[in-house]
T-cell receptor
Framework: ETGVTQTPRHLVMGMTNKKSLKCEQH?????MYWYKQSAKKPLELMFV???????ENNSVPSRFSPECPNSSHLFLHLHTLQPEDSALYLC???????????????FGPGTRLLVL | GEDVEQSLFLSVREGDSSVINCTYT??????LYWYKQEPGAGLQLLTY?????DMKQDQRLTVLLNKKDKHLSLRIADTQTGDSAIYFC????????FGQGTELSVKP
């Protein structure tokens, strides 16, 4: 496997279900991100992890709970979601260098989530 | 405004040039990016430009930056059907701030 992988690719869940999205990066990066992509809206940054530490939470509802057990894996735990949470959830990774120039983010293919 | 803005749709004929425009918000943004998203896939970095540059060319891609107007454009020469995708511009303002994407449709 190369790059950034995400599983599952598609997920349908009811509002009372609990599920988890998984992301794995094979690039040796030290930062990982969760984004939400809704139709015709800009990507919304949800969470950022640097060296396994959460450094950003963009006012995301508590029904979304991230977990980063190591620098290669990132999870997004979902519970009691709402239909408006249906979207494409994208994971990305990058190599953050102190004072460094370009921080290129590499994206996974996303998980298409439908909440019924 | 606070948003990175792009037009939502662009349609061109195969072989023509495509120009996708973007207006960003912060004149102190250091890097500006263009990402491409093909159907069912994640975002793929196409190119980026540092804020002290006016132009960057990479094969069929030309990026133009007008810092005064905070305007960024991506020109694709000899557009092919495989270029059909959604193109996102993004500015680095601490974190990446994305536009809503321009859907490019290439007709044979």
């Amino acid at each position: 496997e190369t790059g950034v992988t995400q599983t599952p690719r598609h997920l349908v869940m009811g509002m009372t279900n609990k599920k988890s999205l998984k992301c794995e990066q094979h690039l040796g990066h030290n930062a990982m991100y969760w984004y939400k992509q809704s139709a015709k809206k800009p990507l919304e940054l949800m969470f950022v992890y640097n060296f396994k530490e959460q450094t950003e939470n963009n006012s995301v509802p508590s029904r979304f709970s991230p977990e980063c057990p190591n620098s290669s894996h990132l999870f997004l735990h979902l519970h009691t979601l709402q239909p408006e949470d249906s979207a494409l959830y994208l994971c990305a990774s990058s190599q953050r260098l102190a004072g460094g120039p370009v921080e290129t983010q590499y994206f996974g293919p996303g998980t298409r989530l439908l909440v019924l | 405004g606070e948003d990175v803005e792009q037009s939502l749709f662009l349609s061109v004929r195969e072989g023509d040039s495509s120009v996708i425009n973007c207006t960003y918000t912060d004149s102190s943004s250091t890097y500006l990016y263009w990402y491409k998203q093909e159907p069912g896939a994640g975002l793929q970095l196409l190119t980026y430009i540092f804020s002290n540059m006016d132009m960057k060319q990479d094969q069929r891609l030309t990026v133009l930056l007008n810092k005064k107007d905070k305007h960024l454009s991506l020109r694709i020469a000899d557009t092919q059907t495989g270029d059909s995708a959604i193109y996102f511009c993004a500015e680095k303002r601490g974190k990446l701030i994305f536009g809503q994407g321009t859907e490019l449709s290439v007709k044979p």
